[in-house]
């Protein structure tokens, strides 16, 4: 337990400091919000039903601008390898990796979604239900994006792979994401149901991710 808060806590101090990637998805996701206003044009009503969709489409960019940097630096440095090699299941450090990346890099979007939703005029109640989905969904994103980027880690160039690998895989995320804010706000959809298979999303990614980003490590780096 030790070994793994330490690996958390480095972790994190590594992706809040100047250049470790975590501002940088908070910055995409600010631009990204920012200019679909332009976008789409003074259509107030229209912006509102949009919201919760562009909160999640920019929250799912930002993830995935982050993601390749889950294991790259690691490797690139040797501590991948202690890692591998080291008595601390590799399945339980690559979970303390994703659970220190959503700390440091999905957290922070889920912050500012109240102020990004004012520039989507959304109201506090609209706002409240997009942090709730983000809350429960993102850890989903990061713990299926793990997979790609342990896949990915060994390959030049690896980043598009993991975009081509990750975005299929976080289809079904963005949608029921998108379902459970829409039907928070909307309606005529129940809410529980989607938001039901959004919290099975991510507890079946938090199981099978681990796993299969270990897997997928021990293949790449043999």
């Known amino acids: 337990m030790t070994a793994l808060a330490a690996l958390i806590r ?6 809040l400091r100047v250049g470790g990637g975590a501002l940088i998805g908070v910055l995409f996701f600010l631009t990204v ?8 044009g003074p259509d107030l009503a229209l912006l509102t039903r949009l919201g919760p969709a562009i909160l999640w ?11 390749d940097r889950l294991f790259t630096a690691d490797h690139e440095d040797g501590s991948l390898d202690l890692i591998v090699m080291g008595r601390t299941p590799l399945e339980l450090a690559c979970a303390a990796k994703a659970l220190a990346h959503w700390l440091a890099a999905g957290v922070p979007l889920i912050a500012s979604t109240p102020v990004l939703g004012l520039l989507l005029n959304l109201d506090a109640e609209a706002t409240s239900a997009v942090a709730l989905t983000l809350l429960v969904g993102t850890p989903a994103l990061t713990f299926t994006g793990m997979i790609g980027a342990a896949l990915a880690v060994t390959l030049h160039r690896g980043g598009l792979l993991l975009a081509v690998l990750v975005l299929p895989l976080s289809i079904p995320v963005l949608i029921f994401g998108v379902a459970a804010s829409q039907a928070a706000i909307t309606g005529p959809l129940s809410f529980g149901t ?5 919290c099975a999303l991510s507890l079946v990614s938090l199981v099978v991710g681990p796993f299969a980003a270990a897997a997928s490590l021990r293949h790449g780096l043999d």
């Open 10 to 15: 480095r972790d994190i101090k590594i992706a």
């Open 57 to 67: 489409l920019g929250a799912l960019l930002a993830s995935l601008l982050t993601l």
């Open 33 to 40: 919000t920012v200019l679909m206003p332009f976008a789409i």
């Open 194 to 198: 989607p938001f039901s298979i959004l």
